[in-house]
């Protein structure tokens, strides 16, 4: 059964911070993985989709990586700004039909 | 450009009451469309999925149910509310397997 964990829980940085997000999951046969962004009370945005046969995917600050022979796939977030503070949530594709997400982190930007 | 639309925004409904949430998706054609339902500190928790006209595929046992009428709708419903069923429920969709996926704004039900 596939499982999703996501490392840490919650972070507050600085703002202009470097900083890395994880996303573990158990079963490493999966179709992609998608990186999204909630603000409270909103629905999900989308910021990367990594395909099974990536490494890895760039937009602006943002970069994500995927390793699914360890089954982890990192969000990496440069120069962080106060308008980054969301929930960032993680999801992989395990077939046609099942989207199981891991319970996200909560980050927090300090000006 | 394809939109999500969900509605209402927001819902407080009694206890027994019946239960109809809309989404409805422009700017494509034969989405894969899905139901998902965040609680309270929890995670999202995948509902229903479809993958094209009255064809739905139940992922957890409740007291819930969907219909996709036509191409670009999907409503989900209830006959009688429980005040389990209390939580954010987010629409959906995908064009195909393997794709990326975009949501709607969500619909927050509170149960009373």
């Known amino acids: 059964k596939q499982e999703v964990t996501q490392i840490p829980a919650a972070l507050s940085v600085p703002e202009g911070e470097n900083l890395v997000l994880n996303c573990s999951f158990t079963?490493?046969?999966?179709?992609?993985l998608q990186w999204f962004r909630q603000d409270p009370g909103k629905g999900l945005t989308s910021l990367l989709l990594?395909?099974?046969?990536?490494r890895e995917q760039t937009s602006g600050r943002l970069n994500a990586s995927l390793d699914k022979s360890s089954g982890r796939s990192t969000l990496y977030i440069a120069a962080s700004q106060p308008g980054d503070s969301a929930t960032y949530l993680c999801?992989?594709?395990?077939?046609?039909?099942?989207?199981?997400f891991g319970p996200g982190t909560s980050l927090s930007v300090i000006p | 450009s394809q939109t999500i639309h969900q509605w209402p925004a927001t819902l407080v409904q009694p206890v027994g009451s019946p239960l109809s949430l809309e989404c409805t998706v422009e700017?494509?054609?034969?989405?894969?469309l899905y139901w998902y339902r965040q609680a309270a500190g929890r995670g999202l928790q995948l509902l229903f999925y479809?993958?094209?006209?009255?064809?739905i595929s139940s992922e957890v046992p409740q007291n819930l149910s969907a219909s996709r009428p036509q191409d670009r709708q999907f409503i989900l419903s209830s006959k009688k509310l429980l005040l389990s069923d209390s939580g954010f429920y987010l629409c959906?969709?995908?064009?195909?397997?393997?794709?990326?996926?975009?949501f709607g704004p969500g619909t927050r039900l509170t149960v009373l």
């Open positions: 959906a969709w995908t064009r195909g397997t393997g794709n990326e996926q975009f």
């Open positions: 079963d490493s046969a999966i179709y992609n």
């Open positions: 990594i395909q099974s046969s990536q």
């Open positions: 999801a992989v594709k395990t077939s046609y039909d099942k989207v199981i």
């Open positions: 700017g494509t054609s034969n989405p894969n």
């Open positions: 479809s993958i094209g006209i009255d064809q």
